[in-house]
């Protein structure tokens, strides 16, 4: 734990910011005179000595691509290395701010300096807005102390980055940790490939849920988009159509052309135990890996920090079923 005493306010975009348009709300400009005179009216708030910079273009985080998580890791850590800043506030829509906060762990991974994402469910200065308490609570963790790595804050939880979800569209506390299942082990020392350091560039991924009427042309024809990774959300503890010859055949061709092939489960809670039944054993032997109890924005941002380095089928296989940094341990 370390107080803050030199923070970056990282500006993305996000309902937080937004200002009503003929259209709805949009990404709005501007948000630094409103943090300030809205600091200067409540000096009860504690925060660090901060300055903000705005992204561009400012997004409404729907659109957020692997892109932009470039461009965001690449701004956080030149806000450390080089302007010496010692902590990050990140302000985000919260549609995909538990996916930015995944993928920022694995891009930051070796960064030793906190990086919290807030956002909020009503815009700032909209009546009975959550904007305020956030970012206002933000501030105080951060001026008090808060561990380093990549964290989630809202409504007044602080919530791992690798393993938060967005559970509720209509409700403030919007986000939560899944009390999904932890097991795996450990990675001793990370090599320089899965470091801050490491440039990355975007990668072909997919996310498939397996369901009733899953047909094995539907993952060849996702496959055929020249995917490098491929998350299969199976059901349960990690089963799907066993006994759909095609589908298996479709899964093994993957694996065997290279394509990473992960499982996650789709259940809230729990994980990937594949030998529990014959079901999840078969998918097993196609060579699909587990992803054990880590949740789909957690496994997508892991295989984006592999991938994206350009990282081998064996290599990316051995460091996705050991835990880097709190997701699956
Ligand atoms: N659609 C908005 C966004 O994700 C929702 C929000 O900010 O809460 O940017």
Same mark, same amino acid.
């Given at each position: 734990?370390?107080a803050v005493k030199n923070l970056l306010v990282l500006y993305t975009g996000g309902?937080?910011?937004?200002?009503?348009?003929?259209?709805?709300?949009?990404?709005?400009?501007?948000?630094?005179?409103?943090?300030?005179?809205?600091?200067?009216?409540?000096?009860?708030?504690?925060?660090?000595?901060?300055?903000?910079?705005?992204?561009?273009?400012?997004?409404?985080?729907?659109n957020m691509q692997q892109g932009n998580w470039l461009a965001m890791r690449d @701004?956080? $850590?030149? =806000? +450390?290395?080089?302007? /010496?800043?010692? #902590?990050? !506030? &990140?302000?985000?829509?919260?549609?995909?701010?538990?996916?930015?906060?995944?993928?920022?762990?694995?891009?930051?991974?070796?960064?030793?300096?906190?990086?919290?994402?807030?956002?909020?469910?009503?815009?700032?200065?909209?009546?009975?807005?959550?904007?305020?308490?956030?970012?206002?609570?933000?501030?105080?963790?951060?001026?008090?102390?808060?561990?380093?790595?990549?964290?989630?804050?809202?409504?007044?939880?602080?919530?791992?980055?690798?393993?938060?979800?967005?559970?509720?569209?209509?409700?403030?506390?919007?986000?939560?940790?899944?009390?999904?299942?932890?097991?795996?082990?450990?990675?001793?020392?990370?090599?320089?490939?899965?470091?801050?350091?490491?440039?990355?560039?975007?990668?072909?991924?997919?996310?498939?849920?397996?369901?009733?009427?899953?047909?094995? @042309?539907? $993952?060849? =024809? +996702?496959?055929?988009? /020249?995917?490098? #990774?491929? !998350? &299969?959300?199976?059901?349960?503890?990690?089963?799907?159509?066993?006994?759909?010859?095609?589908?298996?055949?479709?899964?093994?061709?993957?694996?065997?052309?290279?394509?990473?092939?992960?499982?996650?489960?789709?259940?809230?809670?729990?994980?990937?135990?594949?030998?529990?039944?014959?079901?999840?054993?078969?998918?097993?032997?196609?060579?699909?890996?587990?992803?054990?109890?880590?949740?789909?924005?957690?496994?997508?941002?892991?295989?984006?920090?592999?991938?994206?380095?350009?990282?081998?089928?064996?290599?990316?296989?051995?460091?996705?079923?050991?835990?880097?940094?709190?997701?699956?341990?």
């Open positions: 734990m370390r309902t937080i910011g937004m200002l009503q348009t003929p259209q709805g709300l949009a990404p709005a400009g501007g948000f630094e005179a409103r943090m300030r005179a809205w600091l200067a009216h409540n000096p009860q708030v504690r925060s660090p000595q901060w300055t903000l910079r705005e992204m561009s273009p400012l997004l409404d985080s729907a @701004a956080i $850590v030149e =806000a +450390v290395q080089q302007d /010496g800043h010692d #902590g990050v !506030l &990140l302000l985000h829509g919260t549609d995909t701010l538990a996916y930015s906060a995944a993928a920022l762990a694995f891009l930051l991974l070796g960064l030793d300096v906190p990086v919290l994402l807030t956002g909020s469910m009503l815009p700032a200065g909209a009546p009975d807005s959550d904007a305020w308490d956030n970012l206002g609570g933000a501030l105080t963790l951060l001026a008090e102390g808060v561990a380093n790595g990549v964290q989630l804050y809202f409504a007044g939880q602080l919530l791992p980055g690798v393993r938060a979800s967005k559970l509720r569209s209509d409700a403030f506390d919007a986000f939560a940790a899944l009390p999904r299942h932890r097991e795996g082990e450990r990675a001793g020392e990370l090599p320089a490939v899965l470091s801050h350091a490491q440039p990355r560039t975007p990668v072909n991924l997919a996310v498939l849920p397996i369901y009733p009427g899953l047909q094995a @042309a539907h $993952v060849r =024809a +996702v496959l055929e988009t /020249g995917v490098k #990774g491929l !998350l &299969l959300e199976c059901y349960g503890s990690g089963t799907g159509p066993s006994d759909d010859e095609a589908l298996l055949e479709v899964l093994r061709d993957a694996a065997d052309r290279g394509v990473l092939v992960a499982a996650i489960s789709q259940c809230a809670e729990g994980s990937v135990v594949f030998d529990t039944y014959a079901a999840g054993s078969r998918l097993r032997d196609t060579g699909l890996v587990s992803a054990g109890g880590m949740t789909r924005e957690a496994a997508l941002g892991k295989m984006f920090g592999l991938l994206g380095a350009g990282l081998e089928l064996g290599t990316a296989r051995h460091w996705f079923a050991l835990d880097l940094c709190g997701e699956r341990a």
